[in-house]
């Protein structure tokens, strides 16, 4: 392993082609790669533009067209590297009963309600009209939520006028792309064991019975995900209730259809009844990659992790530079406490983050997506006032704690509380970037999980909900506030084999090789090499002293078979 990292060390001080103009014309320039780590990200603005009888959203590398009359998305492209690789080949559609949301059918009229550079929120009001003769028009409002990172969420409100009996309640696009792969989650589940597989022949078809979340297509240079907060509402007699159909499959491009059903029951069934002049609310979104432009340094992103224990709650200057000269660019430090709150000795922080700077490295702070500290000023708060079911999560029994360190005794929170937990989240984030010279975050257990119990006191749409939208909106916001704080940012996640676009799509790069995930080569580039769709790095790590997870040189082995430079190291 002495050979393997000291060939590590010399790719990291190797340097990046650049150019410069001169008088015979752009000649090669190179830049050390400490230099092009704090190179700004590229932007990642929107930008509106109102046409005739649509909307238009334009992105850093995609372009979304919304019809003014029903609010639904006519047209999508997206691009890479200048060149487009995946457009809708019809508009989408959402299919309500006897009732088509489409251009034909919907009377309506969209407002701006917001606008930014990363966000713009579009509000539709009208009506619709049934297919079948006498039926009452069906009045709805959607609100759609286009976010800089390639997401919309549109939440949408229906209010019959009389009782009605709704027997399918589907979303589907068709799109064309350079898919390979389908991947899909359920509400009910963390989307670890989401199964995934080849695309089959043109004419060949994919269903699940399940409660749908999340259904994907991906291959390595694009990606396309729907996504819902009311999968499979109402759904009997063993139907499908998410289909990947394949209409045409080549050697660069594949056109599929993917469709989700909130409802779908038998003609004979009695449907959903949605009761009359009370809204019916459910929310629908579309993800696609890639979502952003390229930064030089994607491929020297390597991650070293820290973890200390109460007898050695820092590293030393020595365990730093260590890291520096095995080739490590990015020092991540576990159990360092609250974002902006440093364990004691809090003075040693400050010291740590300078050294990882002189060493060339970038420092990142930890923390869980779902798990808070004990000792954290607001949740001792809500704990005194008797109010934490407000946030309360289940995840590791709803505690985690370190036998070796006694500091690290965090509780779990519910992803989707509306209760100020996020606010709150966001705060210690702006707490930590005022306060410290952090250059981005490491986020453990990126997972939308679904094990809450408390859906009344948390407003969860369902019963079995698994936060994927709330955990999204809040990867955003963290996006957003380390972009505006640190140009530069680091953003990393720790996905396991859950790799759901909305969730991850907000992250530089992703740890999904854990000791465990892997299997035969050509399956496990199959399944994780698609990230590369999203200008982003993967991570893979050995394992521990657990039986089931991998040796340290299997680990380093799987890095060369599958493109170098993604092996991380935990000490």
């Known amino acids: 392993m002495k050979r393997a990292f000291t060939l590590m060390a010399i790719f990291a001080v190797t340097t990046v082609d650049r150019t410069t103009s001169s008088a015979s014309g752009p000649e090669p320039r190179s830049q050390p790669i400490t230099a092009v780590l704090r190179e700004p990200l590229p932007p990642e603005r929107l930008q509106l533009s109102s046409e005739s009888h649509e909307i238009v959203i334009q992105g850093p590398s995609f372009r979304y067209a919304l019809d003014k009359a029903s609010g639904i998305i006519v047209a999508l492209q997206v691009e890479r590297e200048g060149h487009p690789v995946l457009r809708l080949v019809e508009p989408a559609r959402l299919v309500i ?78 799109a064309s792309g350079p898919f390979r792969h389908y991947l899909h989650k359920t509400r009910d589940r963390d989307g670890f064991d989401a199964p995934w597989g080849s695309l089959p022949k043109p004419g060949g078809r994919v269903g699940f019975s399940t409660r749908t979340s999340c259904l994907q297509v991906f291959g390595p240079r694009a990606g396309l995900a729907l996504f819902t907060d009311r999968g499979a509402t109402h759904a009997s007699g063993g139907g499908e209730t998410a289909l990947v159909a394949v209409k045409s499959l080549g050697d660069d491009l594949a056109t599929v259809s993917l469709a989700q059903y909130l409802v779908r029951d038998a003609e004979s069934g009695p449907g959903l009844v949605l009761k009359a002049n009370t ?169 939308a999980y679904a094990n809450c119990t408390l859906a009344k006191e948390h407003h969860h749409p369902e019963q079995r909900y698994d936060c994927l939208i709330e955990l999204h909106e809040m990867n955003w916001r963290r996006r957003q506030l380390l972009r505006a704080r640190c140009p530069h940012t680091v953003l990393v996640d720790h996905c396991t084999t859950a790799m759901v676009l909305p969730v991850i799509c907000d992250f530089d790069a992703h740890l999904y090789g854990e000791g465990y995930s892997f299997s035969a080569a050509e399956t496990y580039w199959a399944q994780f090499g698609w990230i590369r769709s999203m200008h982003a790095q993967g991570f893979i790590w050995p394992g521990d002293d657990e039986p089931q997870r991998c040796a340290t040189q299997i680990a380093y082995n799987y890095d060369l078979l599958t493109g170098g430079g993604q092996y991380t190291y935990l000490d």
Request: hydrophobic fraction near 35%; proline fraction near 7%; charge should be neutral.
């Open 279 to 447: 809204p019916f609310t459910f929310r629908a979104g579309v993800s696609v990659v890639p979502n952003r432009l390229p930064h030089p340094r994607q491929r020297d992103l390597r991650m070293f992790t820290w973890v200390g224990d109460e007898k050695h709650p820092y590293p030393s200057d020595k365990e730093i530079h260590d890291a520096a000269q095995l080739g490590f660019t990015l020092f991540q430090m576990h159990r360092l406490g609250t974002p902006g709150e440093p364990r004691p000795p809090a003075g040693e922080l400050n010291r740590v983050i300078d050294t990882v700077h002189r060493a060339g490295m970038l420092f990142l702070w930890t923390a869980n997506a779902d798990l808070m500290y004990a000792c954290a000023p607001r949740v001792r708060e809500m704990q005194a006032q008797g109010k934490w079911r407000l946030w309360q999560g289940f995840n590791y029994g709803g505690r985690y704690t370190a036998p070796m360190d006694r500091y690290c005794d965090l509780l779990a929170t519910c992803l989707a509380s509306p209760n100020g937990l996020a606010d709150y989240r966001i705060q210690c984030d702006a707490n930590m970037m005022d306060r410290y010279q952090v250059d981005g975050m490491y986020i453990d257990d990126n997972l």
């Open 97 to 174: 009963g006897p009732y088509s949301l489409d251009t034909k059918h919907a009377r309506g009229s969209t407002a701006i309600t917001s606008q930014s550079d990363a966000r713009i929120v579009l509000k539709t009001e009208g009506t619709l009209k049934s297919s079948l003769p006498g039926d009452l028009d069906l009045p709805f409002t959607v609100v759609s939520n286009f976010f800089n990172d390639g997401v919309v969420v549109a939440e949408w409100t229906l209010r019959p006028a009389k009782d009605l009996a709704l027997r399918e309640l589907r979303h589907e696009v068709v």
